[in-house]
């Protein structure tokens, strides 16, 4: 869907974590993933000085945002089972 000629191309901080909020929320309504409902939860926006539910994930938004802004390669994760069938997660 293209912008409206009026809407502006770019997104201030607060406005990219509302859509990627939203955009990981569509998700969760398609694949009902605890660790998605965790995180949304943490993520939900509120109107205090620390902008999310969770104090530390506005401040990793920020950093996150900076680091795109830089040209910061995107993190690769490799998923392996570990030895008692737990999924291990790899940087």
């Given at each position: 869907m293209p912008p409206a000629a009026d809407v502006p191309n770019v997104l201030t901080p607060e406005q990219g974590h509302e859509a990627i909020y939203r955009f990981v929320a569509q998700y969760y309504?398609?694949?009902?993933?605890?660790?998605?409902?965790?995180?949304?939860?943490?993520?939900?926006?509120?109107?205090?000085?620390?902008?999310?539910?969770?104090?530390?994930?506005?401040?990793d938004w920020e950093r996150c945002v900076q680091e795109t802004l830089a040209g910061t390669p995107l993190p690769r994760y490799l998923h392996l089972m570990g030895r008692r069938g737990k999924m291990l997660l790899n940087a």
């Open positions: 309504k398609r694949e009902r993933i605890v660790p998605l409902m965790l995180m949304l939860t943490s993520m939900r926006p509120t109107r205090d000085e620390y902008r999310t539910n969770d104090p530390a994930a506005w401040s």
